[in-house]
């Protein structure tokens, strides 16, 4: 039982560069977010899933996309990436909104 | 809004100092209350938690009471190790969403 995983833990991109970010969850889990960490500023949610095929945003969504096509992957996509979104990348799950969240150990991500 | 703050850091203590951390709280009905710990390069990790009031959520020599009457959920621990630095976080679910505070970080110093 992995739990969460969460791929690749460093990345250096450069501004106007796509890339994806990978999450998945062994657990399981209807639900999964992705937060992005910054200093001084705690945990900002991105965007969430409820389940397979449905996906809404969170605090922060603007130059992010993702999808659901399983319950076991979601992924986060850069569409073109900006200085400011470098920052630390967690993904998340929980088995029911009434529960605490498991997280991944991070993505690292840096844009020059 | 629901929200959470907690104290502000950084905190430094000598090991085997009494621990600290202050959360206080602003939700609607009866959120469920979390402590996380975020250890140097890691993920969140769950350290406690407590889904109603005046319940103790205990783990690692980690305690915190959930207090309605003054909306807050503070971090204990009596003796604390070099082990334990960290950035520690105060969170609650309201409806579906999770709230989490800005994180407080602990040193330990032996």
């Known amino acids: 039982n992995a739990g969460v995983t969460q791929t690749p833990k460093f990345q250096v991109l450069k501004t106007g560069q796509s890339m994806t970010l990978q999450c998945a969850q062994d657990m399981n889990h209807e639900y999964m977010s992705w937060y992005r960490q910054d200093p001084g500023m705690g945990l900002r949610l991105i965007h969430y899933?409820?389940?397979?095929?449905?996906?809404d945003q969170g605090e922060v969504p603007n130059g992010y996309n993702v999808s659901r096509s399983t319950t076991e992957d979601f992924p986060l996509r850069l569409l073109s990436a900006a200085p400011s979104q470098t920052s630390v990348y967690f993904c998340?799950?929980?088995?029911?909104?009434?529960?605490?969240?498991?997280f991944g150990p991070g993505t690292r991500l840096t844009v020059t | 809004g629901d929200s959470v703050t907690q104290m502000e850091g950084p905190v430094t203590l000598s090991e085997e100092a009494f621990l600290t951390i202050n959360c206080t709280y602003t939700?609607?009905?009866?959120?469920?209350l979390f402590w996380y710990v975020q250890y140097p390069g890691e993920g969140l990790q769950l350290l406690l938690k407590a889904t109603k009031a005046d319940d103790k959520g205990s783990n690692k020599g980690f305690e915190a009471t959930y207090r309605k009457e003054t909306t807050s959920f503070h971090l204990e621990k009596g003796s604390v190790q070099v082990s334990d630095s960290a950035v520690y976080f105060c969170?609650?679910?309201?409806?579906?969403?999770?709230?989490f505070g800005t994180g407080t970080s602990l040193t330990v110093i032996p």
């Open positions: 998340a799950s929980r088995r029911d909104p009434r529960y605490e969240q498991y």
């Open positions: 969170a609650l679910i309201s409806g579906n969403q999770f709230y």
């Open positions: 939700a609607t009905g009866y959120p469920s």
């Open positions: 899933s409820v389940g397979a095929g449905i996906t």
